[in-house]
């Protein structure tokens, strides 16, 4: 069963940060190790103004924070990760025009490290405009940080 503390707080996750909320992520949701956002398609988020097409950075900034959502849904919680890697394929152009979803699975997590398959898509899964691999690492603090805490 998911934390409810976790599930409470992840809305606020995917756009709470100021470079989230900037670019209008949205949770959609989640099933067991798998999350959904959607950023809404905004002229001002066009990367080509003359095809209308969404940036690319943008891309790789929705798979990557999808799949360390999908670390936390996998760990039952909220503590600090940062992406070690990633892989990006760029299949297509996303559609001009239209809200670009996308859906994370964390398929691997040890004590240190999470992998993470994402997808970038329109309606169809099967159809995406972009996939990615990653491997985010894991922090877990020490004793000396949680006593460097204490003396603050």
């Not at 394929?89 to 001009?96: E, I, S, T, V």
């Not at 490290?113 to 169809?124: G, N």
Request: with cysteine.
């Amino acid at each position: 069963m998911t934390n409810p503390e976790l599930l409470a707080i992840l809305p606020q996750l995917a756009a709470g940060s100021a470079h989230t909320h900037a670019l209008g992520f949205e949770f959609l949701g989640h099933e067991d190790r798998r999350v959904r956002m959607r950023v809404p398609y905004r002229r001002e988020l066009v990367g080509d103004p003359a095809s209308g097409v969404l940036a690319g950075g943008l891309v790789s900034t929705l798979l990557d924070h999808v799949g360390g959502m999908s670390v936390w849904l996998a760990l039952n919680q909220f503590q600090s990760i940062a992406t070690l890697d990633m892989r990006v394929d760029y299949m297509r152009a996303a559609a001009p025009g239209r809200d670009l979803l996308a859906e994370a699975e964390c398929y691997q997590l040890n004590r240190t490290m999470a992998f993470v398959r994402a997808w970038a898509f329109e309606d169809d899964p099967n159809d995406p405009v972009a996939a990615s691999q990653a491997a985010y690492i894991i922090h877990k603090p020490s004793l000396r940080d949680q006593s460097q805490g204490d003396a603050e």
